[in-house]
């Protein structure tokens, strides 16, 4: 028996614990930190009373996590659903607490329907199988790439015409900002947001640090833009790119290779043993290929899928 009720912030380490419990279940080790989960749950956009639960058993301990988190305004709902490894039925207790959130979610943003998406380690066929019964479908799948750093990493030399400059002030932020929204704009599952709820997400993030965003500019216009952070330094000891992104007009001089080898040098000079970042294997540019031509290699494989919801007024 569990008893189900709202996540609170005091809770993160019962979960941080329940998810590293499913992540060594499913690919040998933990694939999270307790920090990443006191960030999940102060996310702007995730109402605790409303868009979460968690399962209890009778002495407390966490058996199962599920959430439905809006993406902006749009009609995009990210949803997921952890059970502990070894516990039968809890999964047909949350999903539907889930998918009738999504869809309230979508009612009250003004949308017919919302579209769910999960991303499912390629190793889980057990969660495949449940979300593929729950009518999800395949969508895209991500490749989370590395490369190793066994000491410093030469930093490449800056192209003609191009001048770097850092996140720490406002103007470069919002230029930053203008390069990824457009950048990524026809990348799956994007969705276009505002400079100042950019910036809260990453501002509300533990692991974030302007001083890794690098913006360069063509003759002085925004073209292109490379943000890390700090996401994976607590357990792989890497530096992580969370964005790269270069505009349409200046695709095809090799700005990314040149932001993606300035980013690799200067994880080595802070002393992390690697790079981290994960491609969308189905990406409109051939960044997979970018990736694996600069030495980095897969090393994890997690599926997207989606599906359809009607939506219906909130209760």
């Given at each position: 028996?569990?008893t189900?009720?709202?996540?609170?912030l005091?809770?993160?380490?019962?979960i941080?614990?329940?998810?590293?419990?499913?992540?060594?279940a499913?690919?040998?080790?933990?694939?999270?930190?307790?920090?990443?989960?006191?960030?999940?749950?102060?996310?702007?956009?995730?109402?605790?009373?409303q868009?979460?639960?968690?399962?209890?058993?009778?002495?407390?301990?966490?058996?199962g996590?599920?959430?439905a988190?809006?993406?902006?305004d749009?009609?995009?709902?990210?949803?997921?659903?952890i059970?502990?490894?070894?516990?039968p039925?809890?999964?047909d207790?949350?999903?539907?607490?889930?998918?009738?959130?999504?869809?309230?979610?979508g009612?009250?943003?003004?949308?017919?329907?919302?579209?769910?998406h999960?991303g499912?380690?390629?190793?889980?066929?057990?969660?495949?199988?449940?979300?593929?019964?729950?009518?999800f479908?395949?969508?895209?799948?991500?490749?989370?790439?590395?490369?190793?750093?066994?000491?410093p990493?030469?930093?490449?030399?800056v192209?003609?015409?191009?001048t770097l400059?850092?996140?720490?002030?406002?103007?470069?932020?919002?230029?930053?900002?203008?390069?990824?929204?457009?950048?990524?704009?026809?990348?799956?599952?994007?969705?276009?947001?505002g400079?100042?709820?950019?910036?809260?997400?990453?501002?509300?993030?533990s692991?974030?640090?302007?001083?890794?965003?690098?913006l360069?500019?063509?003759?002085?216009?925004?073209?292109?833009?490379?943000?890390?952070?700090?996401?994976?330094?607590?357990?792989?000891?890497?530096g992580?790119?969370?964005?790269?992104?270069v505009?349409?007009?200046?695709?095809?001089?090799?700005?990314?290779?040149?932001?993606?080898?300035h980013?690799?040098?200067?994880?080595?000079?802070r002393?992390?043993?690697?790079?981290?970042?994960?491609?969308?294997s189905?990406?409109?540019?051939?960044?997979l290929?970018l990736?694996?031509?600069a030495?980095?290699?897969p090393?994890?494989?997690?599926d997207v899928?989606?599906?359809?919801?009607a939506?219906?007024?909130?209760?």
């Open positions: 028996m569990h189900i009720r709202r996540p609170r005091d809770d993160a380490t019962g941080f614990e329940l998810v590293c419990a499913y992540n060594t499913i690919i040998g080790e933990p694939d999270t930190t307790l920090a990443d989960i006191e960030d999940e749950l102060v996310e702007p956009g995730f109402d605790r009373d868009d979460g639960w968690l399962a209890l058993t009778r002495d407390g301990r966490p058996d996590y599920a959430w988190c809006r993406n902006g749009s009609d995009l709902v990210d949803v997921e659903v059970v502990r490894p070894g516990v039925g809890l999964e207790e949350l999903w539907p607490l889930v998918l009738r959130r999504a869809a309230e979610v009612a009250e943003l003004g949308h017919d329907s919302v579209t769910l999960i499912v380690y390629r190793d889980d066929l057990r969660k495949q199988a449940g979300v593929r019964e729950l009518g479908e395949p969508g895209t799948c991500y490749h989370r790439m590395r490369i190793d750093h066994d000491g990493v030469k930093a490449p030399d192209p003609e015409g191009v400059q850092t996140g720490e002030s406002e103007e470069v932020r919002r230029a930053a900002h203008a390069v990824h929204q457009e950048g990524f704009a026809e990348h799956f599952g994007f969705v276009r947001i400079y100042e709820q950019w910036y809260e997400r990453r501002q509300a993030m692991v974030n640090d302007w001083s890794q965003l690098t360069a500019r063509v003759d002085g216009v925004p073209a292109a833009a490379v943000i890390g952070n700090d996401q994976f330094v607590a357990d792989e000891d890497c992580y790119i969370a964005t790269l992104a505009l349409p007009a200046f695709r095809g001089r090799g700005l990314g290779r040149f932001l993606l080898r980013a690799f040098a200067a994880d080595a000079a002393g992390r043993k690697g790079t981290l970042l994960h491609v969308d189905n990406n409109t540019t051939p960044a290929g990736y694996e031509s030495g980095m290699r090393v994890l494989i997690m899928w989606r599906r359809g919801l939506t219906k007024p909130a209760a």
